[in-house]
Every structure is written in C-alpha cells, then in structure tokens.
C-alpha cells in the first residue's frame, strides 16, 4: 500500500532537484508528479495526469456503492411484480446489483474527471502564485525517509516554507516539519 506525500516547492529549479534526488533515492519516475498554475512550463518535470488532478476514484467507489443498491432495489422490484408472462428467479437480484454497479461506476467516473482532487485543492493557491506542488507515491515504509530527504533538501535551498503534508485514503492529514 502506498501514501501519498505532498510537498509545496518554491520554483522549477528547486522542484527540478528534488525530483532528481527522489529518483537517487530509487523512487520511480511514475511515482513522481508536479502541478504548476495553468499556463506554466514544467520543463522536464513529470507532469501530473488526470488521475492526480481528478477525484476519480473516489468519486467511482461512490458510484459503484450506490449503483449496485439501486440495481438490488430495481431487481427486488422486478421479482415482486415481475411483467407478464415472465418467470423472474431470486438471481435477478444480484444481478441487477452488478448491472447497476457497472453503471453506476461509469456515471460516476465522468463525472470525476471534472470534479478537481480535493487533496490539492487547499494548494492550488500557492501553485497560482507560483509554487510548484510535487506529489509523491511511496511505500508506507519509506514516507518519513522520502519526507525527511525532501525536507532536507528544501532546508539547503533556505526556503523556511518547506512542508509535507502526508496523506493516506484511512487517515486524516499529518503535518510534518522541518
């Protein structure tokens, strides 16, 4: 299981460094991502993707939920008043609920790519004055050393606003500083 670890850097340049020692720390690039205000370059930095900036699957686990109670319902439904002529077995009901999840979750899931990460949300005004918010996917073993480098890092680069914010789908966000 990975956390997800959220650091908010003050430039390209810095960003380019920290993403340079996360990969000597044998982080995988697809692991690494960054988000600037609209307009921005990344030059060579791993750009976030749908997936980072989205609520997607949350949003889809919702709609999963909800949709497969709507098909129990609708096929509970159908084998108490089936229609005519028709000889509807209890199998209907489950069914219905994988039909409706089905359903359900691809609603959802476009719907989810418009709705914005609400994990970023709360950054995005320091990237619209130019930060550059670096997220990183790590094991739970290694997230206070990665947090600890990148702190380090920021420390070298006298850049006092350095934090990390770690975040797990579980838990409530943990502040940690340098």
């Known amino acids: 299981m990975n956390q997800t670890l959220y650091f908010a850097l003050p430039d390209i340049a810095s960003a380019e460094q920290v993403v340079h020692d996360l990969l000597g720390a044998r982080i995988a690039s697809p692991n690494i991502h960054c988000v600037a205000s609209r307009g921005s370059s990344l030059d060579d930095l791993p750009e976030s993707g749908v997936l980072q900036k989205a609520q997607f699957l949350p949003i889809a686990g919702v709609g999963l939920t909800y949709g497969a109670m709507l098909g129990w319902i609708v096929g509970g439904l159908m084998v108490l008043f089936p229609p005519p002529e028709t000889h509807l077995y209890l199998a209907t009901l489950p069914?219905?609920?994988?039909?409706?999840?089905?359903?359900?979750?691809?609603?959802s899931m476009t719907a989810g790519v418009l709705a914005p990460n609400s994990r970023i949300?709360?950054?995005e005004r320091a990237a619209a004055e130019g930060t550059i918010l670096l997220t990183v996917d790590v094991p739970f073993s290694r997230a206070l050393e990665i947090a600890a480098l990148v702190q380090s890092r920021q420390a070298q680069l006298h850049a006092p606003s350095a934090n990390a914010i770690a975040q797990d789908d579980a838990e409530p966000p943990i502040r940690l500083s340098a």
Do not use: F, R, T, Y
């Open 95 to 107: 069914v219905g609920a994988i039909v409706g999840a089905a359903i359900g979750a691809c609603i």
């Open 121 to 123: 949300a709360a950054l």
